[in-house]
């Protein structure tokens, strides 16, 4: 999922989402931002997250919880929820299970996230179980209100004309527990007691070793209902994506191909190029040769060089739009490689490819 | 024609400005720009300005005149050229008539301008008539250094297979004179002595009265060739447009489109929206009922307002499409209302209309 952090997918118009060589199905909206600007009444007053953007695709949105944690010093928690300041005007909030579900039903989104609670990767055993343990009790409390919700047509999403849109909001849980597989598999299991449309696994990629973040997906996918939706949150590279279905994810969400195309970094099929470099100055080739995406068939590294030193906004614009077909193609060719039965020869000659450098 | 400085129309895909709404025929490139970066070298690499930036519809570029003369006290004019000093790595160049020919056909350009001089709008008569007489001397050394040009094959824009390309440039001479009609009519009267492909009015737009740019307008139009192009250079407001086009001028560039786009001003039918105004946070109407652009047809004004306000890249995109759009479509339907003999009622209505303040 492309991350459109306040109703845009930076850089990114939505008719370049919908192009064919990106099409995008789903988008992730997030709720800090957009509740704390442009604000739900705003919001409820456009119609919706959906037809406030403009977007008649499927949305995902996160319910606060890790971007109120990420406020460190500027947030407190209590069995209630986080009291937090305003990134944005320093006025004081009060964000919960019951408000994140409220606000996740205003914005009207396809897919609502439990609000939860999330530690450091190296959080010591005792401070996860705490914070795992305040994860289930909110999970319940997020289920109970947007339960209420969906019965009081609380949902906002529904659009009139739109195919692809039901208007019934799906609900996912988070699986908790830092690194410790005692309280992921209890974490695990006390999600599933409650019961959702998905499961996702959260507190990952937030500063631990990679080791511990596959040690710990190795652990826990294997105990993850394959029947319904398992979305890694938050992750991750190209070789993350490959290596984590391998394991059994289904669903991302990850800035990289935002954030980096617009400091100058291509994702291709043969690892990264720093667009930047000076040894481009004259290079006539696309970004990535393999690459079919309208950015790569147009124009050259050279001019993307040029552009990002001239400081133009065409050079995120357009680094950006390879990175997401990247990144969207890529997991296209992964669903066609398990159809077909030739994921494991995949896996092998695309992790081979990425070693190349650029060149 | 939209102003492409440094090879990009700020902000907008090369696909936008093909699409139906926009279909912009013909962009500008700022041969001081391209000059200073990415440099000629590279762009001779590349195969020339279209191949590099990837655009095989027309371009013009301008001579580099206007550019560093606006550098102030940062250049030195002598009767050979103009020495100055790169704002980007801050050494010490020279660019004269020989130069910027040689230049433009390395850049390949469709139209290419004359080397000229400017005088500030306030200049006194001797001033002006001095200044007048270097770009009259000046126009002849461009017109000669370019024929050789020509001859010789200095021209890189011949593109295999772009279907609107001839490759052979065409050259544009340019009246200077500032307020003073008699120079006007002499600066007229020595540039078509050279002769040249069209004719442009430069030196207007620089400071001076608007009262005053009306009045060389009025003088210089009548003694303009018919039967070629006459370009106002640097003008200018739709208001503008329209009242130059009645007094017989039939190319324009301006940034204002690009430019008002990116600060967050529109244009419209019903004048300018400034889209940062709180009166527009739940405001579900396009930018411009009348308008059939792509952002129009999908975007809000509070969603632009609120792109804006946060901070987000698409605000500029999408404003600046929005006006590209308006522009381009404006000098479309005063095509139309010439050809069918309405252009005064046109012009009527479209004038009345801009009074409506947005709303």
Chains 1, 2 share one sequence.
Request: hydrophobic share 40%; with cysteine.
């Amino acid at each position: 999922m492309p991350v459109g952090t306040a109703g845009t997918v930076k850089g990114t118009r939505f008719e370049a989402l919908e192009a064919d060589d990106l099409d995008a199905r789903i988008i992730l909206g997030n709720t800090y931002h957009l509740w704390l600007r442009p604000g739900i009444e705003t919001i409820r007053a456009c119609g919706g997250l959906h037809r406030f953007i403009g977007w008649e695709r499927a949305l995902l949105t996160d319910s606060g919880g890790f971007q109120v944690w990420s406020l460190g010093k500027l947030r407190r928690i209590s069995e209630e929820g986080t009291e937090f300041r305003s990134h944005v005007d320093g006025s004081l909030r009060f964000l919960s299970p019951e408000v994140s579900m409220e606000v996740q039903a205003a914005l009207g989104s396809d897919i609502v996230m439990v609000f939860d609670e999330c530690a450091p990767g190296q959080a010591t055993i005792d401070e996860a179980r705490r914070s795992m343990e305040l994860t289930a009790r909110w999970a319940k409390r997020s289920r109970e209100r947007f339960d209420e919700l969906q019965r009081d047509g609380g949902d906002l999403g529904v659009m009139s004309g739109a195919k692809s849109l039901s208007g019934a909001q799906a609900l996912f849980g988070i699986v908790q527990g830092a690194s410790h597989h005692e309280l992921r598999r209890e974490s695990l299991a006390r999600t599933r007691e409650i019961g959702f449309d998905g499961y996702a696994i959260g507190g990952l990629s937030v500063g631990e070793e990679k080791s511990v973040m596959w040690d710990v997906i190795d652990g826990v996918m294997q105990l993850m209902p394959a029947d319904q939706p398992r979305y890694l949150m938050g992750v991750g590279t190209p070789e993350d994506l490959i290596e984590a279905v391998a394991r059994g994810v289904d669903m991302f969400d990850c800035v990289l191909p935002t954030r980096n195309g617009r400091t100058g970094q291509a994702f291709t099929s043969r690892g990264k190029v720093n667009v930047k470099n000076a040894q481009w100055a004259t290079d006539t080739r696309p970004l990535d040769e393999a690459c079919q995406c309208s950015v790569c068939l147009r124009h050259s590294r050279a001019y993307l060089r040029h552009l990002y030193t001239a400081g133009e906004m065409l050079a995120g614009i357009l680094i950006t739009h390879h990175n997401l077909a990247f990144f969207l193609d890529t997991l296209r060719h992964v669903r066609q490689s398990i159809r077909s039965g030739e994921f494991p020869k995949f896996r092998r000659e695309f992790i081979e490819r990425l070693s190349a450098n650029g060149e």
